[in-house]
């Protein structure tokens, strides 16, 4: 495999790549053109070439890509194999939500524990997973070399828990808060999942759509 | 307001703007230059620039910006003011999740209903939040003109839910099912909360690092 540095959007792609796959192989497809593939995704043949290119060769010219090892080689490059060890931090509606319906296992993530300030959550399970003090945390992530947090907690805390969990030396962060936790230049790795950027930049296309058809529709009446 | 077709990571960079700015406001802030906000957010001061002026003129040159104006231009283009009515499709975890937790009226969206097929649920309300069972969602789709649907039903119906939320005339979509509702080339506004690709992300990023970090240490020790 190259070793380059690849660009965010193509990494932001690949997901959408194998979930497209897995889709089509749950059809009982075999092989896939990128032709096939743009159709499916909207996106054109040769992005699609280049995508996979950067990663080395998934496929042969004229032959199309074997789903399954076009999938398997995809989720290779996204670490799917590497079952890295996930805690979560804070079991309020999403921390649950994750808990109940998110299957971590199914992309090679491993959750292995939760923690959280709520006496009457301490010491159970949620599928299968066991909800630990916070004050356990330290003793937790030094133990079980712990990859990734999952940061669920009230975003009047974020900062000062995301400052914590860095300490404890986890150095990757799935942030569920509405708060900016990475500062400028550290090298902490942090995924954002803030529901409200995107809302606004569907708000935002609403309104350009809206706008350009009240647009048109004053040119047609002139 | 300029109306020049933006381009996405613009449009995606501007909540995050907006965040830093409620959160100097909060501070007392009146004034921010491109210099600070640049140190607040990992940006360049001319990316910063060139990012405020797709929309015209935001600030003055050496005087830095207003945080207040600043803030409520940027709202503004979001489309914060529109007021658009949204509809929440599914109350799982995911759903109640947003129903309890995510302010949508901070964002200038009003949530207006919910719909289930969950019997013990419909009737309810939650957190001022009416339910309504998924029959009466024709009927109140025409009536109330709804925005924006918030898809958080199965992933198995997930599309089967979206081809009738579009054909009842919804054509923005906040898409929290791990599904591609949106068929290539449509109309259809779709923003995606794919919480599998960014965990992919992730884990990319973390298997990337490591690769860095191991390379680096066998260099180390030749």
């Known amino acids: 495999m190259k070793k380059v540095k690849i660009s965010n959007n193509v990494i932001r792609r690949m997901p959408r790549y194998l979930r497209k796959l897995d889709e089509l192989r749950a059809k009982g497809l075999n092989r896939v053109?990128?032709?096939?593939?743009?159709?499916?995704?909207?996106?054109?043949?040769s992005q699609i070439r280049q995508d996979f290119s950067c990663f080395g060769e998934f496929g042969q010219?004229?032959?199309?890509?074997?789903v399954d090892s076009l999938r398997d080689s995809i989720a290779l490059v996204l670490g799917a194999d590497r079952a890295y060890k996930a805690i979560l931090v804070g079991i309020g509606n999403i921390g649950r939500a994750l808990m109940d319906n998110f299957c971590f296992a199914e992309w090679g993530i491993?959750?292995?524990?939760?923690?959280?300030?709520?006496?009457?959550?301490i010491g159970t399970s949620r599928n299968g997973v066991p909800?630990?003090?916070?004050?356990?945390?330290y003793d937790y992530t030094v133990k079980k070399q712990v990859d990734i947090a999952v940061l669920a907690v009230p975003g009047a805390v974020a900062r000062d828990v995301a400052r914590n969990?860095?300490?404890?030396?986890?150095?990757a962060i799935w942030n569920f808060t509405?708060?900016?936790?990475?500062?400028p230049y550290s090298d902490l790795i942090v995924e954002n999942m803030h529901f409200s950027d995107s809302l606004m930049a569907l708000s935002y296309y609403i309104t350009e759509?809206?706008?350009l058809m009240a647009r048109r529709e004053a040119v047609g009446n002139e």
């Open 165 to 171: 969990l860095t300490e404890l030396g986890i150095d």
């Open 178 to 183: 509405n708060v900016d936790i990475k500062e």
């Open 110 to 121: 491993e959750l292995v524990a939760a923690f959280d300030v709520d006496v009457s959550a």
């Open 33 to 45: 053109s990128s032709a096939e593939l743009s159709r499916e995704l909207g996106l054109t043949p």
């Open 209 to 211: 759509r809206n706008e």
């Open 61 to 66: 010219q004229g032959y199309g890509y074997n």
């Open 131 to 137: 909800v630990y003090s916070a004050e356990e945390l």
